[in-house]
């Protein structure tokens, strides 16, 4: 099935700074891709999605890219604040409407 | 704004205990969820349910069953809790559309201990 994988490990890094967190899926078909971030003791909540190659989600200074050629969907963002401190994952939808998730990645914004 | 709400932040149950955990949306969306999330393993899911009285087996459903009488309302049951059964529970909620986002609940942290 369809399946995320995303980078290793916690990002630690300080205000104002580049951000990007990388994430490859395997897929068959054409599924969407999703960012969601999670704060502390939340739920998920959706960041961005892109619905078809070549699509840019964009949402709150954060940008992904559909790239089907390179199966990858990677987040960036140009300037982080230590409010964006929190776990994003990306995911990959599947069968009826399933989610697949990547493991998440702690980003750790430092003043 | 669609809301998804878990009945609890928190729980606290003993080994053996039966455990209900309930789930309400409040956007007529057709497919439920219950995922758990893990540390280093990121979000499993658990089960899944198309419409109502209607489930299936996600990626690890053994220990657990589910319920959905009602379009809104799809309940996870534990029946005999065990101490690898602690975690941090997630519903989420999404129309039949193909290929949607969905939507998802505060979370339910659940210890047996």
């Known amino acids: 099935g369809n399946s995320v994988t995303q980078m290793e490990g916690p990002v630690t890094l300080s205000e104002e700074a580049f951000l990007t967190i990388n994430c490859t899926y395997t897929?068959?078909?054409?599924?969407?891709l999703f960012w969601y971030v999670q704060y502390p003791g939340e739920g998920l909540q959706l960041l961005l999605k892109a619905t078809k190659a070549d699509d840019k989600g964009s949402n709150k200074g954060f940008e992904a890219t559909y790239r089907k050629e390179t199966t990858s969907f990677h987040l960036e963002k140009g300037s982080v604040q230590v409010s964006d401190s929190a776990v994003y994952f990306c995911?990959?939808?599947?069968?009826?409407?399933?989610?697949?998730f990547g493991k998440g990645n702690q980003v750790v914004v430092i003043p | 704004d669609v809301k998804v709400t878990q009945s609890s932040r928190y729980l606290v149950k003993r080994t053996g205990e039966k455990v209900f955990l309930e789930c309400v949306q409040d956007m007529d969306h057709e497919n439920m969820f219950w995922y758990r999330q893990d540390p280093g393993l990121g979000l499993r899911l658990i089960y899944f349910s198309y419409d109502v009285k209607m489930k299936e087996k996600g990626d690890i459903p053994e220990g657990y069953s589910v319920s959905r009488e009602k379009k809104e309302r799809f309940s996870l049951i534990l029946e005999s809790t065990s101490t690898n059964q602690t975690s941090m529970y997630l519903c989420a909620s999404s129309p039949a559309a193909v290929n949607t986002e969905a939507f998802f609940g505060q979370g339910t942290r659940l210890t047996v201990v």
């Open positions: 897929a068959t078909g054409y599924p969407s």
């Open positions: 995911a990959v939808t599947y069968g009826n409407n399933r989610l697949a």
